[in-house]
């Protein structure tokens, strides 16, 4: 925000009466002060609209993500699950939506508070506050319900509609924002905004929640797959996998470009303020957060492209073909992995941080198959394995000079290892890491359980094989015509369920 502007009537009567006629001096330094202070507080409020707005217009982006991952969803399930796993997008919305407003702000930012958990603004009681107003929680929230559309992803395809709307609650009511208070909130215990007593003398820099936001919701889909078992026809004879091909490329393609669209409200818009100069003189630079914002947004775009370039070549190496979807899962790890510092690395950093996530990725990929786990999205392994890297990614390439622009404070605090900055942030990192794979392993982990023993988990073989949307939500997404349909049926009836075969009822 603007530095506030004053003016001094007692400073400016010696300056105007010249010696003589004092009262006429101070009448007129009174008007001239009365009128500085009503065009200085016209720049307040200019400067006050600005960066509401600014956030405003990036939480309309980060929400038109949730349309982004609705896309991805769709296109990488077989035609027979598209109703359900369109809802739960819908449901991650509107469920978190209420539940964010009810408990998760408050956990979240409800300073003053210990810690480990916010404790005010519950239902949004008491606000806007100065330091934040009505945008910065439609922000938030777009964040919460990201987190929940990540999981989804994990155990499609086979889950009861039940568990979603349970887990989503949980997950953005209470999971969530939890992690975002330690390393988001000024109360945070591994905050950077903290005013003392920061972890290894720097706390955590996760700008825009490499672990925050894709670490909770990978790992919160991993503990979930995991639980649930893969989908039934996953893995053939001996173990051997077999691919359950989403039933369109186009949709993939779509949501992808939609959540790089989305991301540039994502990562820029997490500066929350962009009315803000770096200048030693106020009026006299042009570079401010403006700058930084654009900064970020360039990071954000070389990782994606990076990561991309890199699964196209990698994936035709390793499996002798160009796959779109593939292509697209790199550029989106690439994203998840810049998220994280995006506003403190220098922008040739950035190819290093999406050429080494696509590798990560496609390890992963590898891990997962070995071990006969299932997630039809990917989403435990980019958004987990690639968010992870983004965080080590920080702690070795940011750039002390722009830590010290963003968070201020020590202008000597610790900063990338890779930089000369020492370990310290790194250790930070590798904190902020362990703490949040054990939070979410401890609490997503143990909801999974119990709705896998109370038989709220999995749906039934027979169900899952015909398909969830007609079973549980009435009908399909598609029109098909009756031969369509009896030739699916037979296919079926033969033990066929791939996608190759099966025309998706």
Known sequence: MATSLSCSASDLIPLLSGGANATAAAAAAEYICGRFDTVAGKFTDAAYAIDNTYLLFSAYLVFAMQLGFAMLCAGSVRAKNTMNIMLTNVIDAAAGGLFYYLFGFAFAFGSPSNGFIGKHFFGMYDFPQPTFDYPYFLYQWTFAIAAAGITSGSIAERTQFVAYLIYSAFLT??????????????????????????????????????????????????????????????????????????????????????????????????????????????????????SAVGRTAVTTTLAGCTAALTTLFGKRLIDGYWNVTDVCNGLLGGFAAITSGCSVVEPWAALVCGFVAAWVLMGFNRLAEKFHFDDPLEAAQLHGGCGAWGIIFTGLFAEKRYIAEIFGGDPNRPYGLLMGGGGRLLAAHVVQILVITGWVSVTMGTLFYILHKLKLLRIPAEDEIAGVDPTSHGGLAYMYTEDEIRNGIMVRRNGGDNAQGNVGV
């Open 173 to 290: 009511g209470l999971v969530y924002p939890i992690v975002s208070h330690w390393f988001w909130s000024s109360d945070g215990w591994a905050s950077p905004a903290r005013s003392e007593n920061l972890l290894f003398q720097s706390g955590v820099i996760d700008f825009a929640g490499s672990g925050v936001v894709h670490m909770v919701g990978g790992i919160a889909g991993l503990w979930g797959a995991l639980i649930e078992g893969p989908r039934i026809g996953r893995f053939g004879d001996g173990g051997k996998p077999v691919t359950l091909r989403g039933h369109s490329a186009t949709l993939v393609v779509l949501g992808t470009f939609l959540l790089w669209f989305g991301w540039y409200g994502f990562n820029p818009g997490s500066f929350a303020t962009i009315f803000k100069s770096y200048g030693e003189t106020p009026g006299n630079s042009f570079y401010g957060q403006w």
